[in-house]
């Protein structure tokens, strides 16, 4: 005997009274999988995201300059900026917003006189000084200091070319 308004499986191939599981089960899947996606794209962006946000960030820099990489760090001042470092064929930029409170840096490579791996604290290996003729530049907290570093002298190299 089959209600009306209830779902008959023995139409369907299933146990009676049961909602088709292959049918409920693929939904679920392609729901979850949107979500993951959603979540996935929002951790880790493409590097077309990445470039749009540097473009927008630095909008004076020449049209022609292109985001190579960009490390997660924090600049020290009276506190520490948490923020993005952002690495192009000839300059090197700084972003931070810390409740609506921005700080935006940017240094052609030509003008870096000095860089060097710094140690926080005395004795935490994480920190890398940018240094020009007229500024100094903390920059910690890197999860890949030295990879960072070595790219960061690599461009520099280059740009004195």
């Not at 009276?78 to 930029?93: A, F, H, M, T």
Request: aromatic letters at 12%; proline letters at 3%; charged letters at 25%.
């Amino acid at each position: 005997m089959v209600e009306k308004g209830s779902d008959s499986s023995s139409e369907k191939g299933g146990v009676p009274g049961t909602p088709s599981t292959q049918s409920l089960g693929s939904r679920n899947f392609i729901r979850n999988s949107k979500k993951m996606q959603s979540w996935y794209s929002m951790l880790s962006p493409t590097y077309k995201q990445r470039n749009e946000d540097f473009r927008k960030l630095f909008s004076k820099l020449p049209e022609a300059e292109r985001l190579i990489v960009d490390y997660s760090c924090a600049l020290q001042r009276e506190i520490l900026l948490q923020g993005r470092l952002y690495l192009s064929e000839n300059w090197i930029c700084f972003y931070s917003n810390i409740f609506r409170w921005e700080t935006a840096i940017s240094i052609q490579l030509k003008e870096v006189t000095c860089l060097k791996k710094e140690k926080t604290a005395k004795l935490i290996p994480n920190a890398i000084q940018i240094c020009t003729e007229s500024e100094k530049h903390f920059f910690t907290s890197f999860g890949a200091r030295d990879r960072c570093f070595l790219l960061i002298f690599r461009l520099w190299q280059n740009a004195l070319l």
